[in-house]
Structure formats: C-alpha cells, structure tokens
Nanobody, 116 residues
Framework: QVQVVDSGGGLVQPGGSLRLSCAMS?????????VAWYRQAPGNERELVAR???????NYADSVRGRFTISRDDAKNTVYLQMNSLKLEDTAVYYC?????????WGQGTQVIVSS
C-alpha cells in the first residue's frame, strides 16, 4: 500500500517562507508518479496549488504562481513545495496527492498558518 506523509507546516509571519515535504514510502515507481499539492482553508473547498508530473513539468494556481515552487527528488521519493512571500490567505491545511495508474494516495495534511 502506497503511503505519503506531509510535513513542514507551521506558523509564519506574512512575507515569510516555508518548505513543505511530501515523502512516499519506499516505492520503485515513485519517479512515475504525478504529485500535487492541494490546500483547504476553513469553509472553503480543497483547491489545487501546484502539480509536478513524472517529466518534471509543473503548473500552479494563479494565486501562488511566482511565489511557490514545486520540485521533486526521485532519489529520496520526495516532492517539495517551497513557499515564499506568504500571505494571510495562504493559511490552510496543505495536502499532498500522488497518482500513478490505479494508485491515488493522499497525505494526512500539514497546517500552514500565516499570521502577524
């Protein structure tokens, strides 16, 4: 069974930075996975933040483009989300999602709070 673990959330001031990590349990197919970060703020629906595919092609939500960077280290079975210039509205629980063939795995979520 594929498992992914999200980590790296925390409390940060506006303008600050955080790096989230999405680590997958040992899996020889990790490089084939498409991995995405989603977020859900209280009262809102879950929304896509950024995605990276097996060819390292990326796409971003308009609200984070230019501030967030998604990357992957296939040797470590890990995808990162570098978040810079954080805003109050970035406050949410962030979830990692990994998909390949019939596998659709979600992390447990990591809380990001942007507050002064």
């Amino acid at each position: 069974q594929v498992q992914v673990v999200d980590s790296g959330g925390g409390l940060v001031q506006p303008g600050g930075s955080l790096r989230l990590s999405c680590a997958m349990s040992r899996n020889k197919w990790f490089a084939n996975f498409n991995v995405a970060w989603y977020r859900q703020a209280p009262g809102n629906e879950r929304e896509l933040v950024a995605r990276i595919n097996s060819a390292r092609r990326t796409n971003y939500a308009d609200s984070v483009r230019g501030r967030f960077t998604i990357s992957r280290d296939d040797a470590k079975n890990t995808v990162y989300l570098q978040m810079n210039s954080l805003k109050l509205e970035d406050t949410a629980v962030y979830y990692c999602n990994a998909q390949f063939r019939d596998v659709d795995a979600w992390g447990q979520g990591t809380q990001v709070i942007v507050s002064s």
